[in-house]
């Protein structure tokens, strides 16, 4: 069992609930991540489900939980023969901090019938940068947990040369060794720093809700992760990022909503 | 009161109870459309929010509704000073039949700090063609709800020479006049012929779920309808609708995973 796994672990505790610890190396800042708290969740919901691939996740995020105890609360909503409905709810000291719906399925590795490429393209790994590592009274603890390998114009931000657009791609694995999986992968789609510090902002950007699906399992290997977003507006942003594997097959897509940082 | 206003119009019983009458009008082939579904569902949903404005709708459809009578239960989840979270269920005989999570908020007129352009260019309307009208026996009594105005390239499958690619474009307004409101994009994003037909599949391609961000309040006149998709695999496709209104602001972003149809 890895850190990872151990961190996202859910324990059965009747048909509905399961007991979950959340770990504070996943924190960015104070606040745990976004994709780490959704890993944990579906742990829960997969478990309790009749299929084993989370197909579809779609989260609110209504309150920052802290590290420490929590729970999850499955409530099954449909069983058909192709995918399975849930929802299900993070819930601390009883108060629910992040409601989901859940869709799994059953995939296949089918050949595709039809595949896009990535929508930006990528240069060599080896002339991509990585972040310095964080000061620890800043309590990104999460940075140690992954590997993240950037295109340099998209960290321009850091010194103070922003692209002018909503963007941030970057290789991606976890920093000790563990194959991708969907958790791994929920983890993947809010791993990148808010695409909006290439279009100029900065400071914490809070995820409103956000809705990935998983496309296919991934091989071995490093991830890419393509992030972009199309409008900042009133304090609002979108932010996309598609995952791609190693064997060069999209295997995950999300979207968030996200609230302009006042930083 | 359009046609469209009444509906979608959610009588409320008590505080979390809504009554709706699911109109047969919006019938593709015997199921209602789901975007029609999802405007029934926020007409309750914003009803019993403290905003205004449907910024996120996350809606997994576990079963088709027959047209007729039925209830939405909404559930407030959270109510903060920026946004508000609700859970809300469209129930039939006490069964629920699509469940959704709805953040709502209120959108100001704010110039964009980052805007993009549509992703892919329109032919001039004089150009684009409409589909023929349905024969009665095939029940695909929305049509006669909307005005779509398509892309040629992407009706070809009509004529079997599909494109090749998920694709599908079209000018859309409600036959009635009627100006775009948050609920009648909650139609557009699900408006328009499955992408996948231009892929060469054909037949119904049921929604599993559907995300859609409300971006900007749309201004009066035609909408424009940008559909694509990235991967057909293993029966599963995604879905994405970027919706343009008259003033050439993007009003309207969604992505769904629907099965591919058995022709």
């Given at each position: 069992m890895t850190k990872f796994d151990e961190a996202t672990q859910a324990i059965r505790v009747d048909e509905t609930t399961y007991d979950v610890c959340l770990d504070p190396g996943y924190s960015i800042g104070g606040p745990l991540n976004g994709g780490y708290l959704m890993a944990v969740v579906l742990r829960a919901a997969v478990d309790a489900a009749?299929?084993?691939?989370?197909?579809s996740t779609a989260s609110q995020f209504l309150k920052a939980p802290a590290p420490g105890p929590a729970q999850v609360r499955v409530e099954p909503l449909k069983a058909g023969r192709t995918a399975a409905f849930a929802r299900a709810t993070l819930l601390q000291d009883g108060v629910p901090h992040i409601e989901s719906l859940i869709t799994t399925a059953t995939l296949g590795d089918a050949e595709p019938d039809y595949a896009d490429g990535p929508s930006h393209p990528m240069p060599a790994p080896e002339e991509c940068v990585q972040l310095p590592a964080p000061k620890?009274?800043?309590?990104?603890?999460?940075?140690?947990q992954m590997d993240l390998r950037f295109d340099p114009p998209t960290l321009g931000w850091l010194n103070?040369?922003?692209?002018?657009?909503?963007e941030s791609r970057a290789y991606f694995r976890m920093a000790e060794p563990q194959d991708p999986d969907p958790y791994v992968l929920a983890l993947a789609v809010d791993?990148?720093?808010?695409?909006v510090f290439s279009a100029g902002a900065r400071g914490w950007a809070p995820t409103v809700d956000l809705t990935w699906h998983l496309r296919a399992l991934p091989a071995p290997g490093w991830l890419t992760l393509i992030g972009s977003g199309r409008l900042v507006r009133d304090g609002w942003f979108d932010e996309e990022v598609e995952v791609w594997d190693s064997a060069g097959r999209l295997v995950a897509q999300s979207r968030q909503l996200a609230r302009v940082g006042r930083g």
């Open positions: 009749p299929f084993d691939h989370p197909v620890a009274e800043t309590n990104m603890t999460l940075s140690a103070g040369r922003p692209t002018g657009r909503p791993a990148l720093p808010p695409v």
